[in-house]
């Protein structure tokens, strides 16, 4: 299946078929970035705040939370979904590799699943996302289940006769 390349704007139900892949810009994750999650979640992990005591850490280096690559690695993909995502539904999530401040990541998208709901006028995409840091290695792989609308005559949403 024909890779899209980077992608800028929305893609609409009736613009994605099984296979169909693409990917985000990158993003490098900041010590600012950081400290921003962890006051906002309250994720307050020692592994994530303690600069000093690491000696008994798994994870060398600063490592970041995987929640926190997963919303950033949605942020980049939010341009793919302009004015035709309707709900995120499901996903499934494994984290293949630590990520640590300083990487840059990117999103590898495929289409895995792709069908009409019984109202005709919006559809069901699954894709797999892998999170890919500066190295292209893998560090993480979600699958996303979301409703997207389907494109009308307009341009702006389809809508399934």
Known sequence: MKDLGLIGSGLFFGDLALGMRWHSPGRT?????????????????????????????????????????????????????????LAFLHTDMEVLAPTRLGDTIHVECEVIEARLTSRKDRGLVRTRNIVVDQNERPVLQYQPLRLLRLRDTHGETESAG
């Open 29 to 85: 994750l900041l010590e600012a970035d950081l400290a921003a999650y962890i006051n906002l979640s309250w994720f307050t992990e020692e592994l994530f705040t303690n600069q000093h005591d690491r000696a008994d850490n798994a994870i060398e280096g600063r490592p970041v939370p995987a929640l926190m690559v997963m919303a950033f690695a949605e942020g980049l993909i939010v341009p793919t979904l302009a004015r035709a995502g």
